[in-house]
């Protein structure tokens, strides 16, 4: 699974734990940025709607939102 491990106080991470850990922090960093982003500039603080097909819709317009709201920069960028 790609959950971090933990150090408890009794018995520190490995070598091995920790490397994972960072392997999975650079991915998390960046799926974490985006969920964030959505959060502050929409006010996306939880579900609006009973139900899974109504939540998916939701996240889907919120995605679109984000990406209509990035693009400009993005293209810009690219020039």
Not at 23 to 29: I, P, Q
Not at 30 to 38: C, N, W, Y
Request: charged share 25%.
């Amino acid at each position: 699974s790609a959950i971090q491990k933990k150090a408890t106080k009794h018995n520190p991470l490995s070598a091995t734990a920790k490397r994972f850990n960072k392997l999975v922090a650079k991915t998390r960093y960046k799926v974490e940025r985006v969920f964030g982003s959505i959060k502050s500039w929409f006010r996306s603080s939880g579900a609006r709607y009973i139900g899974i097909d109504k939540m998916h819709t939701q996240h889907l317009m919120e995605a679109i939102a984000y990406n209509l709201y990035r693009s400009p920069n993005i293209i810009l960028r690219g020039c």
